[in-house]
């Protein structure tokens, strides 16, 4: 199974802040890379996909960047609705292994 | 628009099998494109993805996580539009919300679950 290692496992940021969330894979993964947020008591959302990839209807604020081991999800201006936990995942081959998770919290 | 909804048991005996149905509504299940997974997560924990299947035009296909392979069959019947999933064997270890969701592929060769079901606790415990 190829393993997601996400960092930070937690962070805390102030609104209007830019925050970077990094996700790093064991192997290449090339642009293979989901991004989704969840928030508590919810399903998971795709946010990114394909590593850069806006999944309709997510805010612009968020992006993806990153390819082969390396990538991140960054939120340009933060806003309260978006506290929450996001995670990585690989889909470059099954199974489709979750990073850790970030959990998000504003100050 | 397409939605997804879990529906089984909440609570299994240990050694049991474990039983849940994805009832999908406003779409077909044998649409063209689309693999239907099952992932779960336990509390204050990370996801993990079991499984999926897909492919009816061909037959169907399914894979599962090498980790739970021997305990896990997901099947559909697509005259009710559902899949399910089967895990046997179940410990306290498989206590955990249980997500259906479909895979799609927004960008070629790139897929990624699009829409989920809101999620079912299934507890294991005698």
């Known amino acids: 199974d190829i393993q997601m290692t996400q960092s930070p496992s937690s962070l805390s940021a102030s609104v209007g802040d830019r925050v970077t969330i990094t996700c790093r894979a064991n192997?290449?993964?090339?642009?293979?890379l989901n991004w989704y947020q969840q928030k508590p008591g919810k399903a998971p959302k795709l946010l990114i996909y394909?590593?850069?990839s806006l999944q309709s209807g997510v805010p612009s604020r968020f992006s993806g960047s990153g390819s082969g081991t390396d990538f991140t999800l960054t939120i340009s201006s933060l806003q309260p609705e978006d506290c929450a936990t996001y995670y990585c995942?690989?889909?470059?081959?099954?199974?489709?292994?979750f990073g850790q998770g970030t959990k998000l919290e504003i100050k | 628009q397409v939605q997804l909804q879990e529906s089984g048991p909440g609570l299994v005996k240990p050694s049991q099998t474990l039983s849940l149905t994805c009832t999908v509504s406003?779409?077909?299940?044998?649409?063209?494109?689309?693999?239907w997974s099952w992932i779960r997560q336990p509390a204050g924990k990370g996801l993990e993805w079991i499984g999926r299947?897909?492919?009816?035009?061909?037959?169907?296909?399914?894979t599962y996580s090498p980790s739970l392979k021997s305990r896990v069959t997901i099947s559909v019947d697509t005259s009710k539009n559902q899949f399910s999933l089967e895990l046997s064997s179940v410990t306290a270890a498989d206590t955990a919300v249980y997500y259906c969701?479909?895979?799609?592929?927004?960008?070629?060769?790139?897929?990624?679950?699009?829409?989920w079901g809101q999620g079912t606790m299934v507890t294991v415990s005698s």
């Open positions: 969701a479909r895979e799609s592929f927004p960008a070629a060769g790139h897929d990624a679950s699009d829409i």
């Open positions: 406003g779409g077909s299940i044998s649409s063209a494109g689309y693999y």
């Open positions: 299947i897909g492919r009816f035009y061909a037959g169907g296909s399914t």
């Open positions: 192997q290449s993964i090339s642009s293979y």
């Open positions: 394909a590593a850069s």
């Open positions: 995942q690989q889909s470059y081959s099954t199974p489709y292994t």
